[in-house]
């Protein structure tokens, strides 16, 4: 499932690529079509993303709301124009790493023909927007917007003044596994499994460890270890949570190889101690650990 920073990456070249634009909108498989109706011909507003839910705001109130789910992807195309990724969620590369570039060369002749299955596709002067395998795909009001909200944990990509210390009451109010509650929307949004094994890691802490066991001082720095590691993925497109000193000499960006301390590192030894990374599973995901250091 995209994390966090791909969803922020795509609400930005969304804004970038669409924003003030009227669109037409369609939806070429069919499930989208009653939806598609209430929105072609609009002027899309904004892009905002929190934690892995998207929204698109039109000039009449409307929004088009996105969860990508496991197998979801926008794919993107357009003329010179036309800049940003050309596919932005699965299948991803380890690292969630982004490909291509959406603008084209030579004359723009408008979109391609669909390809599978589409649930709904977006089309401007310059370019157009391909919506397959998303879990949510609906056309909602403002309210029902803020309802999807009201149920999201803080987004460590906001950093909204507060944000900090609501993570902190929510995490410590329970005593589920720090492990979990690292990826539960409604204590913080946008963390998926990368993330939450590698900010895990680097603050040292046992994945076991209840959320009322933690200590103040360190869900506040879970916490700033997570925006910052975030933060890096919406500069970068892709998650890199080693530093370069760690990389094969030489290069300028990680390899996929050097890119993080124990995400399917299971079975090598830890970059910090030596130890055989472990993995196991935790609430049906997989949880990626080093037994020396997190303990």
């Not at 969860?67 to 979801?72: K, N, R, V």
């Not at 959320?211 to 506040?220: K, W, Y």
Request: charged letters at 20%.
């Amino acid at each position: 499932m995209p994390e966090g920073h791909s969803v922020h990456r795509l609400a930005r070249q969304f804004q970038d690529v669409f924003g003030g634009q009227p669109l037409d909108v369609s939806s070429p498989q069919g499930r989208f079509a009653s939806g598609a109706e209430l929105l072609t011909g609009h002027t899309m507003v904004e892009a905002t993303a929190h934690g892995k839910q998207f929204f698109l705001r039109f000039d009449h109130g409307l929004y088009l709301h996105v969860h990508l789910g496991l197998y979801g992807a926008w794919s993107f195309g357009g003329d010179s124009s036309f800049t940003g990724a050309s596919s932005i969620g699965a299948p991803r590369r380890i690292g969630e790493r982004e490909s291509g570039s959406a603008g084209e060369d030579g004359e723009y002749a408008g979109p391609p023909a669909p390809v599978g299955a589409v649930r709904v596709r977006l089309v401007s002067r310059h370019g157009w927007a391909d919506l397959r395998g998303a879990t949510t795909c609906a056309a909602i009001t403002s309210a029902e917007a803020q309802t999807v909200l009201d149920r999201l944990g803080p987004d460590p990509l906001h950093n909204r003044a507060g944000d900090r210390d609501e993570f902190i009451r929510r995490l410590r109010r329970r005593k589920t596994a720090v492990a979990l509650l690292m990826m539960d929307q409604s204590v913080l949004a946008g963390v998926g499994n990368i993330y939450r094994a590698e900010v895990l890691f680097r603050q040292a802490v046992d994945p076991w460890t209840p959320g009322s066991s933690i200590d103040h001082e360190t869900a506040g720095r879970l916490w700033d270890d997570t925006v910052n590691t975030m933060s890096d993925g919406v500069r970068d497109g892709r998650i890199v949570t080693t530093p370069a000193a760690l990389w094969t000499s030489g290069s300028a960006t990680a390899p996929d190889a050097d890119a993080h301390f124990v995400y399917k590192r299971n079975g090598l030894p830890c970059r910090a101690c030596g130890t055989l990374v472990g993995v196991t599973e935790i609430g049906a995901r997989k949880l990626y650990w080093c037994p020396g250091c997190q303990v």
